[in-house]
T-cell receptor
């Protein structure tokens, strides 16, 4: 069973701080990794994708990938109250002929004033 | 505007009824997907389709059916055989399955409640 694990939280950080969200996955052959943000009652929206080991930065967001440790993380700098949401980690194992994503259960982030 | 639309936003069903959820995209994406999300759980794949007139079962296909007669449309029918259909249903699409860079984008979702 291919799995993606996330701490459900809530992760509480003060406004302006760095939020660190973590995700581990079981399929060592996984090729691509995605972070989605989901506000309560809404659908997931793509934040970042990452395919190679190392860091990838986009504005206040940085995704970090370590395939040897089977670990992917998302850092949010200068956290804002509008960042309060559930963050879903998704992994594409690319087995067979279809690119089917496996999702974690999400980490709920609360940014406090 | 390009995007994915789902209708209705809210749907109420009586036990024993079949209902159909609509999903349309104008992104010219080849692949389309249906997921189900329950409170506190991740998204679970119901069905997916890579091309017109072809679709594959996902992890939880029992009690559901789909069709893909047009590239733009991928309706999902929740049948009376689905024992616990109350959930948030999400449709997604992507450009090209089979590439590791393929990225899925989601519609706004349909919340189904069984009365």
């Amino acid at each position: 069973q291919k799995e993606v694990e996330q701490n459900s939280g809530p992760l509480s950080v003060p406004e302006g701080a760095i939020a660190s969200l973590n995700c581990t996955y079981s399929d060592r052959g996984s090729q691509s990794f995605f972070w989605y943000r989901q506000y309560s009652g809404k659908s997931p929206e793509l934040i970042m994708s990452i395919y190679s080991n190392g860091d990838k930065e986009d504005g206040r967001f940085t995704a970090q990938l370590n395939k040897a440790s089977q670990y992917v993380s998302l850092l949010i700098r200068d956290s804002q109250p509008s960042d309060s949401a559930t963050y879903l980690c998704a992994v594409n194992p690319l087995t067979g002929t279809a690119s089917k994503l496996t999702f974690g259960t999400g980490t709920r982030l609360q940014v406090t004033l | 505007d390009g995007g994915i639309t789902q209708s209705p936003k809210y749907l109420f069903r009586k036990e024993g009824q079949n209902v159909t959820l609509s999903c349309e995209q104008n992104l010219n994406h080849d692949a389309m997907y249906w997921y189900r999300q329950d409170p506190g759980q991740g998204l679970r794949l119901i069905y997916y389709s890579q091309i017109v007139n072809d679709f594959q079962k996902g992890d939880i296909a029992e009690g559901y059916s789909v069709s893909r007669e047009k590239k733009e449309s991928f309706p999902l029918t929740v049948t009376s055989a689905q024992k616990n259909p109350t959930a948030f249903y999400l449709c997604a699409s992507s450009i090209d399955q089979g590439r590791f860079t393929d990225t899925q984008y989601f519609g706004p979702g349909t919340r189904l409640t069984v009365l």
